[in-house]
Structure formats: structure tokens, C-alpha cells
């Protein structure tokens, strides 16, 4: 019996890990967003960086991060590329253009951020993120959920993080 190809078996187990994630999602934003990528992802290979289309979703824009994924010899670097409002308004560092191995430098608590994204890049799956901020924002939050899904060019070998974030901010005065 032939084993299936990569792509198709990385296909299947992203798409089973994104329909895992929606009874555990909170914030509607992250529900959106992952049906959305459910709606663009092929059945036999991961998604590209083409098959998303920002127009599609342009209530989520805000929420929005993408990263490049850079191989060198040595080791995996992320640069994030599209940083959205929401992001920008929520660090208290510049994030865009930059690689993270050096936002991670800047941000005591963030080393998650890296973490995160480079099990996607490992495994091709997705990773879904809630609860409580382990790193300083600009803004204190009660909770946050993120989830970052892998895009493949060829399929198989992520080349880009598409993530969403969510923030639940905490009101003056408030507390936990």
C-alpha cells in the first residue's frame, strides 16, 4: 500500500486541528477567522500565501499578523511582514519589519511569541493560543487568544505564519 503525500497528510491534520480548535474559541474574531481559513484551505495540501485574500475579511484586518519565514543554514528566522492596527496599538514595541528572534530581545516574558510560531513551522499545523498574557502590553488585558496557521507555497514546507489575535482589555480601574 502507498503511504499519501506529505501534503495531503499535512492537509488533513491541519484541517482536523482548526475544526478542533472552534469548541475551545472564545472571542468571535478567532471563530471568524478560522472558518475563514477553513473556507480557502485545499484538501490536499496546505494552504498558499495566495489562496488569502484580506478583502475577504476586512472586519479582522486589525487582528491580523503575517510572518516570513527565512531559512538559513543554521536556523529559522520569522520576520513579521503585515502587523495590524490592533497589534501596533497592543505592543509596547515596534513589531513590523522585524524579526522576532530580536522583538523577543526587547519584550521580558514574550519568548511564547517565537515559540509558538516556529512549532508551526515545524509541525505544519496550527497552534491556538488563550488566557492570560505572559508578556507586557501596552494596555492591561484580561485575556487574549491567538491562533497562527501555516501557508505553504509548495504545500508542504511553511514559508509564511497568517495569525489572528484577540485582546481583551481590561477597563480603567478595573482589575482581573
Do not use: W
Amino acid at each position: 500500500m502507498k503511504a499519501a503525500p506529505k501534503s495531503l497528510v499535512l492537509a488533513q491534520r491541519n484541517i482536523a486541528t482548526l475544526q478542533d480548535f472552534l469548541p475551545k474559541v472564545q472571542q468571535p474574531g478567532v471563530m471568524q477567522f478560522i472558518h475563514y481559513l477553513l473556507s480557502i484551505h485545499p484538501a490536499d495540501r496546505l494552504p498558499a500565501r495566495r489562496h488569502f485574500d484580506p478583502l475577504a475579511i476586512p472586519g479582522l484586518l486589525s487582528g491580523i499578523a503575517l510572518v516570513t519565514v527565512e531559512r538559513e543554514t543554521d536556523r529559522v528566522r520569522l520576520r513579521m511582514k503585515v502587523v495590524g492596527q490592533d497589534l501596533v496599538d497592543a505592543a509596547p514595541v515596534k513589531l513590523a519589519h522585524r524579526y522576532i528572534d530580536d522583538v523577543v530581545l526587547d519584550l521580558p516574558g514574550s519568548d511564547i511569541i517565537l515559540r509558538s510560531r516556529l512549532q508551526v513551522v515545524e509541525t505544519g499545523c496550527a497552534y491556538l493560543r488563550k488566557g492570560e498574557p505572559s508578556m507586557p502590553f501596552t494596555y492591561r488585558m484580561a485575556a487574549l487568544e491567538y491562533v497562527h496557521c501555516p501557508l505553504a507555497e509548495d504545500g508542504e514546507t511553511v514559508d509564511h505564519i497568517l495569525s489572528f489575535f484577540s485582546y481583551k482589555r481590561i477597563a480603567r480601574g478595573g482589575s482581573f
